[in-house]
């Protein structure tokens, strides 16, 4: 008698849920090791973690507030992955989003109610802006979006710090490196939580829903899977490259558009607090389904939560993106093993 | 065969040597799917054995039990004797048991004698390069399989590159060479030059296991033959015993008769005084202005075969595609039922009725990451009921893949999981139904026989008959001549991206066609027989 290991072409899903919920399990419980030999007690500081998140509502809300860039910027990555594109930059498209909500915010003088709205324009054409050099490199020349939309996120970056600190720099208070206060701002939905948490969540469903159930999106995903099968059946890849990545610029743009009038009210250096590369994170986690990242981005928003606790007792931010990188090795680790499985073998062959 | 003073001295075997490879009861199970059961097989010193079976039958997974890259659910493996269990293909090679698999596993950029030398043990640790291409040298003249050493791989022709793989396993002193299908990758005269190199081979008291579904070749080169068939072992034959048509049936479990299938029933469509799709002076570059395809002018009428016959890489891939509207010529005109065709596009030719079965299913015909029933449904899916308006419905594409599966007689167990889940049979039979809902005026068809076995290859034939009789008119693209033989009206030779003219297959004769495919223009008579 013995027992061997058994390789299946697909995992099955309860199982790959299970191994899942284990990875993470184990990340945290060697997290809680090293903790514990380094001194700490992880089962105070994970009770301490556990109460100010879900213990009250203030905890809940502040959740509330980092998983919505999340969803969207993790949404991002994941539409641009249905055609076969990898958005690393949904970091610079969310600076740029946000540079131009704020550019509207402060110098176009219209109604008030017209400028949420055509802030939230502004914000998506910023994003969409940022990635057209990219997609547009991509669908006609071939030329890896990795690279162009990473590199294009230093720009973003510096630009916005360039006029944070610089010509739009707030002169009245003088004391913070930001520019003046958008003064629209986003209605609160619940507590301390504005509109963009709905209305994130809804974008995720309605880009669920085009991507699974309308022909568009059936041709998105043939083209992402296999472009020789989208051409041989006449689909216009190229068309739906320039559209999806587009969209997906976008949807970046408008994380930054919601952070900026729901969140943080000024633009300033590192308004992204890395929300747009932690988005790949979300997508990979949520295997590039609109749906799974809705549940990647609260996983992630639980750690970024956890970590702003942890801080307040003394762990510094690199302990947080240890567990964060953890968790994400551990899954993978976790993805694999769900696809085997243990047969007894008969005879033992030796 | 006489002496052969380069072969490793092995004495030959006696009648009491044990078999070099003894299996025993050899049992392996995937999910839902017995791979093998119960099979016994028993290899001689100095014989050729062919394993023969048609896809599916078990033929690799045995394979790769015997050479470590699976272990056997059950049964044992015996090699001259003693029992062994090999845990990788390491430890196969070690015990002298060596394969050469389908798709090389060369590396590209390293020179013939650098892959020779790639993670053997007998290499020496430090070596200069001409050092290692002499004692690569050294190994060819041994086993006297011409290679260039200091070439590299990228730069070989396929029928190389398999020497220098063959190679590869016995200079590793493999005393069993299991080859995977060998000669689908080989011309003719280059296959002929493998099987001496096999004789060689097996006389000095070594065996190869022969992997293939051609019955020709097998009868041609094996001493012995073991038949599988849905995992399990028939039989085995002497060869000499052996005739094609009894190799069949027992294969495929009952007789097949590969033969003219170009006579019509009563019911059939009759032969359409115009053609239904018509090339005049089409030509093809690409974007470096290199001519792919030259002047081509061909029609083919509804309710007929055209077979179109040429050495692989002539031009058949270029002409099927602008057949099917992926690629737009660069000269000449299309004419789609008379109509001319101004803009190109498969979408459009698809609507008005033309399938394509493409050469290579899985990478131009499949999205191999999505569900089996997102693949059914790429020539219907903006049709009702599979869509309304802009609307995609899963329950319908399932629906119509659970119907398409049916008649393909392909039994999946799952329509959601990916399809490259399955085997390549049955996704080429998967693709041939789907285009034939389709292809209500013309079916583009390139090697769709291709990696079949025979009894799939009838099937698929029968397909293109039902096809044909009921009014659409057939493009075969093929290398197989018996097949264009047996099924098309009309044949065509491609040649270098032209034609070299077009002759009906009742008037045609092998050697002919032989000649077109080595480039020889049709003589001017026959071309007035067929505009007659």
Redesign the interface.
Known sequence: MGYRLQRLPTARSGISLAARAGAILAALLLAALVLAASGADPLALAAEVYDSTFGSSFGLEDLGLLVTPLILTGLSVAVALKIGAWNIGAEGQFYAGAFAATAVGLFVPLPEPLMLPLMALAGMAGGMAWILVPTLARAYAGVSELITTLLLNFVAILLVYYVATGPWLDRKTNALAATARVPYEMPEFWGIVHWGFPLSILLALAVALVMNRTTWGYEVRIGGSNPSAAAYAGMPVRRHIIAVMLLSGAIAGLAGMFELAGTVHRLQGGISNNFGYLGIMVAVLARGSAIGVLAGAVLMGVILNSGIILQTQGLNTSTVLAITGLILFFTAIGDELAHYRLVRTEQATA | MDAMPQIPARPAAGPGAPPLVLLRGIAKY??GVVANQDVDLEVRPGEIHALLGENGAGKSTLMNILTGIY???????IIEGYGK?FASPVEAIAAGIGMVHQHFKLVQAFTVAENIHLGWAETPRRIRAAALEARTAELADKFNLAVRPGARVGELSTGEQQRVEILRVLARQAKVLILDEPTAVLTPSEARELFRALRTFAAGGNAVIFISHKLDEVLEISDRVSVLRGGRKVTTLPTAECSEASLARLMVGHEIVLSDLRGRGPDAAPVSAEPVLRLSGVSLADELGTPLLSDISLEVRAGEILGIAGVAGNGQKELSQVL???RAPSAGAIELGGAPVLRA??????RFGVG?I?EDRL????????SVA?NAV??E??RPPV?RG?????GAAAALARSIAGTAEVSVPDFS??IR?LSGGNQQRLVARREMRIAHKVLVAAYPSRGLDVGAINTMMRYFVELRDAGAGVILISEELEELLNLSDRIAVLFHGRLMGTIPADKADVEQIGLMMGGQRLAAPARVLEEA
């Open positions: 995937f999910p272990q056997p659910d059950a049964g044992e493996i269990s099917t509207g992926i596009g498969a979408e459009a030719f698809a394509h493409p990478h131009s015909g499949l999205a191999p990451a999505l997102d790429i020539r899916y903006k869509s802009p609307w995609y419905r899963p999981m990916p889940n």
